[in-house]
């Protein structure tokens, strides 16, 4: 039963940040139908931001947070501002062929610029775990799921009450008419994958600490997003964050109970039984981007 | 874009043409990932080369030449290993090879071996079949887990060890160390319990640590590379898993485990195959600590060591069979690795045969150490 | 004017071994075929129905993995105390299983795949790939999984009254591969020219219009999975013998990348397209090289591929296509003016 509740508090603090790797995704996939290879680029460089400010720049923990959450936004926007834009309204495989050749460089340039050896952050938090009775947790790990929870709640309120994200909706919904009645869809392409790419890189700058910084890091990630995505429907933000949970749930659970070999495989194997039962997502009923 | 055109036109036309065979020296292919999931381990090695190639040419060379080394990324892909190979053995005509790191890649590299019977001295591979597959042109210096678990027999009397789990790297490395192990330890009569995986990019093993944290086994043998272990080691203690945990595998870079790791690490004991930390306890101390300084000089990483100094030895056996051989040829040098005797930076390199009769393959036993973290410091562990 | 040319090009690529000596390269172009096998294979799916299969290195891989095991055989114990035991056969008949076990693999996952389109079949097809390599790591009885499949043996043809031929050396395989290239693109050249391949492309325009004049959907697609899948599972093969060691390291997502670059850049939806995509990605590290470090290589993987993309986005092959017909289509518009005037006065 202590195993049961250890694996309950491990998916926890696993969900919160696949929620936040799949709810960027699923905006970006959901408004601009672009197969984004880069999402695990973007988490690797949160994480590699986080480096840079805590151990090279010798900068508060705390603070480097939102610096990552800034740098993945910028480098979202110029992804999407030399790379998508110019490609608007081309084949959406043409698109995804063109991230995937900016996954590849910008993954060698990763490795060029910071190696092959993995990196740590030092964290300021206390080693010894907090104990309650015979589940454990690490304080960095509650950390992680106090942050997500924050960035999760801010990109609903981003968009569901401010301007914004009403204009993103609405370009979800219908581009056509959305651009009709005034918005700028070039605006809110560019505003959608900034986000998104940043909320990757956040994901990659919590877990970068709990584990370790190496370029090959957003690859895994990135498949697990696709995952999310899919569980929760696409442009749905509060599937996401369900679909995140879930596959932490099954992570957890199949690598203890079934085979810890498979562990990975449950991402695949509930996108692909949701898709044979249920292709449009679990929760395709309820709210679209918001 | 037009210059672009003429280079690699030019480029083909000198591999095509093969263009004169090194005259002034003498060439060891390189056969490395240096791109990839493993380019860590795989530029330690080349850095290490590089120190053992300098300093036989700051000595004389081999045969009145130098040496040169030929370095290829195989980009950790088997396909690539192979195309690399064959780029070594026939445009750049280099009569032994070094290579290819790991089972996977280096198994790749295999059948080219055969067919243009060109010997490779194998610096980091464990998998038993690269020894037992009938290829007489393998001649591996590191030790497959079975040599390991041999080796480890004998210190295991003093460990007091009644029950043991597993939790090792889904790979043949990692598999065949459950293997190897898990017959050694039930012929001492120490009974196994849980053998759990771990996929290899996997960095959340809460799951399988949470499993192990529940058993009755009092130890956890846990085979991996470095970048594994430190993750294994925080989360263990994040899960408030106590057990003794001894690692096997020689990737294990202490070093980086205690940066990165902390206090996690300590009381972690370890399975290596290199004393970088106390040079007079290797087997050839004053070649440990030139290579020691070397590295430090050269500005590498301290940690990397563990891996390096294989790249270091493996040169240098190169150079020895090539020396003994009297000339650069690759029928000569196979037939002269079976007589040489170099003193390794973790033991003699002597080669045995191994495999099947008639077709064996060369296996050379170096000495294994078991060593632990306290306190943030490495020392041996004394039994 | 269009078979000359395809006829021009087989003899080319068939003479290459005749000056070409150097086994490096002819390596190279051996491994690049054998990718470029899939690709075609791939273009099927990506080209004509337009389909993006992700998942398309789980054919090529299981194509490997049955050629293996069918010609080094197997010893597996299943629960309940069961033994499958199989004694090994010839690697040619670890070829045809090969083609047949994938195509059939095709079925099962065009019928459950194309339930979903566009972005979603990208998904499910993903992970497909990612369980059937899971399984190979897993499933070590059978597979080995992470210890390997080695010591695989060459591709063997039985020619009456000559004996065995193994087929060991470089130049028998690079035919080997240019026989099996040429029968697949003959194969899916005819394909696409029947009505089938006029019903894909009725689906890819316009699915609705397309069911509305009675094209069987499902029929349709999964006859392009299956014939896809079969294409790639003999590339896999191909590869099996060729390499003669297989690892569950066969399903990494980087060959179904590197299949997918060939597609698309050379131009999907057309014959010729993986041809020239191939060639090119297949053989830039040859290039690369020498010239560059490791790592600029890949930058300059990408980069190509980006800079391509941008200046010809529907693949090199189509995008000089046009160009060509462009100044076709003034002939012909000055013929057909000329024709419709005669005819005029003919019947006037």
Same mark, same amino acid.
């Given at each position: 039963?202590?195993?049961?509740?250890?694996?309950?508090?491990?998916?926890?603090?696993?969900?919160? =940040?696949?929620?936040?790797?799949?709810?960027?995704?699923?905006? $970006?996939?959901?408004?601009?139908?672009?197969?984004?290879?880069?999402?695990?680029?973007?988490?690797?460089?949160?994480?590699?931001?986080?480096?840079?400010?805590?151990?090279?720049?010798?900068?508060?923990?705390?603070?480097?947070?939102?610096?990552?959450?800034?740098?993945?936004?910028?480098?979202?926007?110029?992804?999407?501002?030399?790379?998508?834009?110019?490609?608007?309204?081309?084949? +959406?495989?043409?698109?995804?062929?063109?991230?995937?050749?900016?996954?590849?460089? /910008?993954?060698?340039?990763?490795?060029?610029?910071?190696?092959?050896?993995?990196?740590?952050?030092?964290?300021?938090?206390?080693?010894?775990?907090?104990?309650?009775?015979?589940?454990?947790?690490?304080?960095?790990?509650?950390?992680?799921?106090?942050?997500?929870?924050?960035?999760?709640?801010?990109?609903?309120?981003?968009?569901?009450? =401010?301007?914004?994200?009403?204009?993103?909706?609405?370009?979800?919904?219908?581009?056509?008419?959305?651009?009709?009645?005034?918005?700028?869809?070039?605006?809110?392409?560019?505003?959608?994958?900034?986000?998104?790419?940043?909320?990757?890189?956040?994901?990659?700058?919590?877990?970068?600490?709990?584990?370790?910084?190496?370029?090959?890091? @957003?690859?895994?990630?990135?498949? &697990?997003?696709?995952?999310?995505?899919?569980?929760?429907?696409?442009?749905?933000?509060?599937?996401?964050?369900?679909?995140?949970?879930?596959?932490?749930?099954?992570?957890?659970?199949?690598?203890?109970?079934?085979?810890?070999?498979?562990?990975?495989?449950?991402?695949?194997?509930?996108?692909?039984?949701?898709?044979?039962? !249920?292709?449009?997502?679990?929760?395709?009923?309820?709210?679209?981007?918001? | 874009?037009?210059?672009?055109?003429?280079?690699?036109?030019?480029?083909?036309?000198?591999?095509?043409?093969?263009?004169?065979?090194?005259?002034?020296? +003498? !060439?060891?292919?390189?056969?490395?990932?240096?791109?990839?999931?493993?380019?860590?381990?795989?530029?330690?090695?080349?850095?290490?080369?590089?120190?053992?190639?300098?300093?036989?040419?700051?000595?004389?060379?081999?045969?009145?030449?130098?040496?040169?080394?030929?370095?290829?990324?195989?980009?950790?892909?088997?396909?690539?290993?192979?195309?690399?190979?064959? !780029?070594?053995?026939?445009?750049?005509?280099?009569?032994?090879?070094?290579?290819?790191?790991?089972?996977?890649?280096?198994?790749?590299?295999?059948?080219?071996? /055969?067919?243009?019977?060109?010997?490779?001295?194998?610096?980091?591979?464990?998998?038993?079949?690269?020894?037992?597959?009938?290829?007489?042109?393998?001649?591996?210096?590191?030790?497959?887990?079975?040599?390991? #678990?041999?080796?480890?027999?004998?210190?295991?009397?003093?460990?007091?060890?009644?029950?043991?789990?597993?939790?090792?790297?889904?790979?043949?490395?990692?598999?065949?160390?459950?293997?190897?192990?898990?017959?050694?330890?039930?012929?001492?009569?120490?009974?196994?319990?849980?053998?759990?995986?771990?996929?290899?990019?996997?960095?959340?093993?809460?799951?399988?640590?949470?499993?192990?944290?529940?058993?009755?086994?009092?130890?956890?043998?846990?085979?991996?590379?470095?970048?594994?272990? =430190?993750?294994?080691?925080?989360?263990?203690?994040?899960?408030? /898993?106590?057990?003794?945990?001894?690692?096997?595998?020689?990737?294990?870079?202490?070093?980086?485990?205690?940066?990165?790791?902390?206090?996690?690490?300590?009381?972690?004991?370890?399975?290596?195959?290199?004393?970088?930390?106390?040079?007079?306890?290797?087997?050839?101390?004053?070649?440990?600590?030139?290579?020691?300084?070397?590295?430090?000089?050269?500005?590498?990483?301290?940690?990397?060591?563990?891996?390096?100094?294989? @790249?270091?030895?493996?040169?240098?056996?190169?150079?020895?069979?090539?020396?003994?051989?009297?000339?650069?040829?690759? #029928?000569?040098?196979?037939?002269?690795?079976?007589? $040489?005797?170099?003193?390794?930076?973790?033991?003699?390199?002597?080669?045995? &045969?191994?495999?099947?009769?008639?077709?064996?393959?060369?296996?050379?036993?170096?000495?294994?150490?078991?060593?632990?973290?306290?306190?943030?410091?490495?020392?041996?562990?004394?039994? | 004017?269009?078979?000359?040319?395809? $006829?021009?090009?087989?003899?080319?690529?068939?003479?290459?071994?005749?000056?070409?000596?150097?086994?490096?390269?002819?390596?190279?172009?051996?491994?690049?075929?054998?990718?470029?096998?899939?690709? /075609?294979?791939?273009?099927?799916?990506?080209?004509?129905?337009?389909?993006?299969?992700?998942?398309?290195?789980?054919?090529?891989?299981?194509?490997?993995?049955?050629?293996?095991?069918?010609?080094?055989?197997?010893?597996?114990?299943?629960?309940?105390?069961?033994?499958?035991?199989?004694?090994?056969?010839?690697?040619?008949?670890?070829?045809?299983?090969?083609?047949?076990?994938?195509?059939?693999?095709?079925?099962?996952?065009?019928?459950?795949?194309?339930?979903?389109?566009?972005?979603?079949?990208?998904?499910?097809?993903?992970?497909?790939?990612?369980?059937?390599?899971?399984?190979?790591?897993?499933?070590?009885?059978?597979?080995?999984?992470?210890?390997?499949?080695?010591?695989?043996?060459?591709?063997?043809?039985?020619?009456?009254?000559?004996?065995?031929?193994?087929?060991?050396?470089?130049?028998?395989?690079?035919?080997?591969?240019?026989?099996?290239?040429?029968?697949?693109?003959?194969?899916?050249?005819?394909?696409? &020219?029947?009505?089938?391949?006029?019903?894909?492309?009725?689906?890819?325009?316009?699915?609705?219009?397309?069911?509305?004049?009675?094209?069987?959907?499902?029929?349709?697609?999964?006859?392009?999975?299956?014939?896809?899948?079969?294409?790639?599972?003999?590339?896999?093969?191909?590869?099996?013998?060729?390499?003669?060691? $297989?690892?569950?390291?066969?399903?990494?997502?980087?060959?179904?990348?590197?299949?997918?670059?060939?597609?698309?850049? @050379?131009?999907?939806?057309?014959?010729?397209?993986?041809?020239?995509?191939?060639? +090119?990605?297949?053989?830039?590290?040859?290039?690369?090289?020498?010239?560059?470090?490791?790592?600029?290589?890949?930058?300059?993987?990408?980069?190509?591929?980006?800079?391509?993309?941008?200046?010809?986005?529907?693949?090199?092959?189509?995008?000089?296509?046009?160009?060509?017909?462009?100044?076709?289509?003034?002939?012909?518009?000055?013929?057909?003016?000329?024709?419709?005037?005669?005819?005029?006065?003919?019947?006037?």
């Amino acid at each position: 039963m202590s195993e049961f509740l250890q694996h309950l508090v491990n998916m926890l603090v696993l969900g919160g =940040t696949y929620a936040l790797l799949g709810i960027g995704l699923t905006l $970006i996939f959901g408004i601009m139908n672009v197969v984004n290879f880069t999402h695990g680029v973007l988490y690797t460089f949160g994480a590699y931001i986080m480096f840079i400010v805590v151990n090279q720049l010798g900068l508060n923990f705390f603070l480097a947070l939102p610096v990552a959450v800034v740098a993945g936004w910028l480098l979202g926007a110029a992804v999407e501002l030399i790379l998508l834009r110019p490609l608007r309204g081309s084949d +959406i495989d043409t698109t995804m062929l063109v991230m995937i050749g900016a996954w590849i460089a /910008m993954q060698s340039g990763t490795l060029w610029i910071w190696g092959g050896v993995a990196k740590s952050v030092a964290t300021p938090f206390p080693d010894e775990p907090l104990v309650l009775g015979s589940v454990s947790v690490s304080w960095l790990r509650l950390f992680v799921l106090a942050a997500a929870a924050l960035l999760i709640l801010a990109t609903y309120f981003l968009v569901n009450r =401010t301007k914004l994200g009403c204009a993103m909706r609405a370009t979800f919904q219908d581009q056509d008419t959305a651009s009709l009645m005034g918005v700028n869809v070039d605006l809110i392409y560019t505003s959608t994958f900034a986000i998104g790419s940043s909320l990757a890189a956040a994901a990659g700058a919590l877990l970068g600490p709990v584990y370790v910084i190496f370029p090959q890091m @957003g690859d895994l990630a990135a498949v &697990k997003a696709f995952a999310i995505v899919i569980l929760g429907g696409l442009g749905n933000i509060t599937g996401a964050v369900i679909g995140g949970f879930i596959l932490a749930l099954a992570e957890e659970l199949g690598a203890g109970y079934v085979s810890s070999g498979y562990r990975d495989a449950m991402g695949f194997l509930i996108i692909i039984a949701v898709l044979i039962f !249920k292709p449009t997502g679990l929760f395709a009923r309820s709210e679209r981007v918001g | 874009m037009r210059t672009m055109k003429y280079v690699p036109a030019a480029a083909l036309a000198v591999a095509l043409l093969g263009g004169p065979a090194g005259a002034q020296t +003498i !060439k060891i292919g390189v056969n490395e990932p240096l791109t990839g999931a493993f380019a860590a381990s795989g530029t330690y090695v080349v850095n290490g080369a590089k120190i053992a190639a300098d300093e036989i040419n700051a000595k004389g060379g081999v045969l009145g030449k130098k040496i040169e080394l030929v370095i290829e990324d195989n980009k950790s892909n088997p396909t690539e290993a192979a195309a690399v190979a064959e !780029k070594l053995i026939n445009s750049d005509k280099t009569p032994v090879m070094m290579g290819a790191w790991g089972s996977s890649l280096t198994l790749a590299v295999m059948p080219k071996l /055969m067919e243009y019977e060109t010997p490779m001295v194998v610096e980091t591979s464990s998998s038993g079949k690269i020894t037992t597959s009938g290829n007489p042109y393998i001649f591996r210096i590191s030790p497959p887990s079975a040599v390991e #678990a041999v080796a480890f027999r004998n210190i295991v009397d003093k460990l007091d060890l009644k029950k043991v789990d597993f939790l090792v790297i889904n790979n043949d490395w990692g598999r065949g160390t459950a293997e190897d192990f898990g017959k050694m330890f039930k012929e001492k009569g120490i009974s196994v319990g849980l053998v759990e995986t771990m996929d290899q990019g996997a960095q959340d093993m809460s799951a399988q640590l949470a499993k192990i944290k529940g058993s009755d086994a009092e130890t956890v043998i846990v085979t991996t590379a470095v970048d594994q272990l =430190t993750l294994i080691f925080k989360q263990a203690a994040a899960l408030g /898993m106590k057990k003794r945990i001894i690692t096997t595998g020689g990737s294990q870079n202490p070093d980086q485990i205690i940066a990165q790791a902390g206090a996690a690490a300590n009381g972690t004991m370890h399975l290596t195959t290199f004393l970088p930390w106390f040079p007079e306890k290797t087997p050839n101390p004053e070649a440990t600590k030139y290579f020691i300084s070397e590295w430090k000089k050269r500005g590498f990483d301290f940690a990397g060591c563990t891996e390096s100094f294989r @790249g270091y030895d493996g040169i240098r056996t190169a150079a020895a069979a090539i020396e003994k051989a009297g000339k650069a040829e690759p #029928a000569a040098i196979k037939t002269a690795m079976w007589d $040489i005797k170099v003193k390794g930076l973790n033991g003699d390199i002597v080669f045995r &045969k191994a495999g099947p009769e008639g077709k064996e393959s060369g296996q050379s036993q170096p000495n294994v150490y078991l060593i632990e973290i306290s306190d943030g410091k490495i020392g041996m562990k004394s039994l | 004017m269009r078979s000359g040319i395809t $006829i021009l090009t087989v003899a080319a690529f068939a003479s290459i071994p005749l000056w070409l000596r150097d086994p490096y390269l002819m390596n190279a172009l051996i491994t690049t075929g054998i990718f470029i096998i899939a690709a /075609m294979s791939l273009n099927l799916l990506l080209g004509f129905t337009g389909q993006l299969s992700l998942g398309h290195v789980a054919f090529f891989g299981i194509g490997a993995y049955v050629s293996a095991l069918t010609s080094l055989g197997f010893d597996v114990p299943l629960p309940g105390d069961l033994r499958i035991v199989h004694d090994p056969w010839p690697p040619i008949a670890g070829f045809a299983l090969a083609v047949v076990i994938a195509g059939l693999c095709g079925y099962f996952v065009g019928r459950l795949s194309f339930r979903v389109r566009g972005a979603y079949f990208v998904i499910v097809t993903i992970s497909f790939a990612e369980v059937v390599r899971l399984v190979a790591l897993n499933w070590v009885e059978l597979t080995q999984g992470p210890l390997a499949l080695n010591n695989i043996s060459s591709i063997a043809l039985r020619l009456p009254g000559f004996g065995e031929l193994v087929l060991r050396t470089k130049l028998q395989n690079y035919y080997l591969v240019l026989a099996v290239a040429v029968a697949a693109y003959a194969l899916i050249s005819r394909l696409v &020219k029947s009505h089938f391949g006029r019903a894909m492309r009725g689906l890819m325009e316009n699915e609705a219009l397309a069911t509305s004049v009675g094209i069987d959907v499902t029929r349709t697609l999964t006859l392009a999975a299956v014939v896809s899948a079969a294409i790639a599972g003999a590339a896999g093969s191909l590869y099996a013998h060729y390499i003669r060691i $297989i690892d569950p390291e066969v399903f990494a997502f980087i060959n179904t990348v590197t299949m997918v670059i060939m597609v698309i850049s @050379g131009g999907k939806g057309s014959l010729a397209g993986p041809v020239v995509g191939g060639l +090119i990605f297949g053989l830039m590290p040859v290039f690369l090289r020498p010239i560059m470090t490791p790592e600029a290589q890949w930058i300059a993987y990408g980069g190509l591929l980006i800079v391509i993309l941008f200046v010809l986005p529907r693949g090199i092959v189509p995008s000089l296509m046009q160009r060509f017909a462009k100044r076709r289509q003034e002939v012909r518009a000055v013929r057909s003016v000329a024709f419709s005037k005669s005819s005029a006065e003919e019947h006037a």
